[in-house]
C-alpha cells in the first residue's frame, strides 16, 4: 500500500484534493502506536516461549502422580512419554488449525485493509486476537478435558484471523505524512522498541519455564491484559486514511 506522496502538478483546484487522506498523528498518539505494538510483540513473543509447556500442563491421563517422581509438566499424568505424546498431537492439530485460519484470512484481509478506515481494522483485528486469549484463560483456569481441548483449538482456529497489517498499516501511514528525518527516527524507535520486547518476552518465557510450572492461568490471565491494553490504544488512536465529506463530488467535478 504505498503512500500517494505530496505529488507534484500545478494549479490550486489539484492541490485542494491533495488534503484528502491522513491527518497528522500526535506525538502522543505515535508513542501509544509504537508502545502498542511493543505491548503485542511482548505478549506474542511470551506467549511462543510458553506454549510448549502449558500444552504440556493440559494433558492428563490414569498414571498417578507419584511423590519423587520425575516431573512430568502436568499435575494431571504421572507419564512423562503419554504427556509427550498428547502435546504432539495437540500440537499438530493447533498448527494445521492455524495455517489454516491464517490461509483463509488472506483474502479477507487484503480486502478490508483497502475498505475500512485504519483505526477501525486495527480495532477489529485487536477485538478478534483478545476475544482469542479470551477463550485461552478459560482454558487455562479449567481443569484439563475434551471440552476445553476443543475451545482451546477455537482459539488457536480465531487468533490468526485478519494478522495482517493493522497497526502496522498505521505505523507505516503516520510515518509516510513525515518528512524524511523525523521518519527515520520514528521507524528506528519502532524497531527498537519491538526488539526489545521481543528479547524480554523471550527471556521471560524462559524463566517460567526454567520454574517448571505446570498451572498457566495467571501468566495467560496477564498475557490476555495485555493484548486487551492494545485494543484499548487502537480505540484512542487518531482514525487515518479518512476522505472528508464532499471529496466524492469535488473528484467529480
Known amino acids: 500500500h504505498g503512500g500517494g506522496g505530496d505529488g507534484g502538478g500545478g494549479g490550486g483546484a489539484p492541490a485542494a484534493q491533495c488534503d484528502t487522506t491522513e491527518p497528522a498523528m500526535s506525538p502522543s498518539g505515535r508513542l501509544a502506536l509504537v508502545v502498542g505494538r511493543a505491548l503485542a510483540r511482548f505478549a506474542t513473543a511470551t506467549w511462543f516461549q510458553i506454549l510448549f509447556a502449558f500444552l504440556q500442563s493440559r494433558i492428563s491421563c490414569e498414571a498417578p502422580l507419584l511423590p519423587g517422581g520425575e516431573f512430568t509438566s502436568s ?32 483474502a479477507p484481509c487484503a480486502l478490508l485493509r483497502d475498505l475500512m478506515p485504519r483505526r477501525k481494522y486495527s480495532v477489529a483485528q485487536q477485538g478478534i486476537t483478545v476475544v482469542a486469549w479470551l477463550l485461552q484463560v478459560v482454558v487455562a483456569w479449567a481443569p484439563p478435558s475434551k471440552t476445553m481441548d476443543i475451545l482451546l483449538c477455537v482459539a488457536t482456529f480465531v487468533g490468526p484471523f485478519l494478522t495482517l497489517g493493522g497497526l502496522e498499516d498505521m505505523l507505516y501511514d503516520t510515518a509516510t505524512s513525515m518528512d524524511p528525518e523525523r521518519r527515520n527516527l520514528f521507524l528506528t524507535r519502532d524497531y527498537t522498541c519491538q526488539l526489545a520486547a521481543a528479547i524480554c518476552g523471550r527471556l521471560l518465557g ?37 476522505l472528508p465529506a464532499g471529496a466524492d463530488s469535488a473528484s467529480e467535478g
Open 75 to 106: 499435575a494431571y499424568c504421572g507419564d512423562r512419554l503419554k504427556v509427550l505424546d498428547g502435546v504432539s498431537r495437540l500440537g499438530s492439530l493447533m498448527r494445521v488449525l492455524a495455517s489454516v485460519s491464517f490461509a483463509l484470512s488472506l
Open 206 to 242: 524462559l524463566w517460567f519455564n526454567s520454574l517448571q510450572i505446570t498451572d498457566f492461568s495467571v501468566i495467560v490471565t496477564f498475557l490476555t491484559a495485555c493484548r486487551a491494553v492494545v485494543l484499548l490504544i487502537c480505540f484512542c488512536l487518531p482514525e487515518l486514511r479518512v
